[in-house]
């Protein structure tokens, strides 16, 4: 199609990675902060994995929200390498 744009498809693909970029984002926050709280002998609570989770989980949301949509939408960007086509495979 002349003149047909692929930015609809990219701006709905970033949409859906905003979310899945935010939730695993957190959850590599929890586990950082359980790895920091374990190698600074951090006070522990009883119940959550550290006392303060949350702030990690919150920077590592922000960071997966806006990281995970940012490389997405950059590799959907980036221009297909060359195919190969028949005729070139069948030269001697």
């Known amino acids: 199609m002349a003149g047909h744009s692929d ?3 990219n701006i709905g693909i970033g949409c859906f ?3 899945l970029g935010g939730a695993s984002g957190a959850m590599t926050g929890v586990l950082v902060s359980k790895i920091v ?3 600074t002998n951090g006070p522990s609570c009883q119940g959550i ?5 949350y ?3 919150g920077w590592g949301a922000l960071l997966g929200a806006l990281s995970l949509p940012a490389l997405v ?6 221009s297909a390498p060359p195919r190969e086509t028949s ?4 030269r001697s």
């Not at 939408?73 to 980036?78: P, S």
């Not at 005729?87 to 069948?90: E, G, V």
């Open 73 to 78: 939408t950059w590799r959907l960007l980036q």
């Open 37 to 39: 709280q374990w190698a």
């Open 87 to 90: 005729s070139d495979t069948n």
């Open 7 to 9: 930015r609809g498809r």
């Open 17 to 19: 990675m905003l979310p």
């Open 55 to 57: 702030i990690y989980a």
């Open 49 to 53: 994995p550290t006392c303060d989770w």
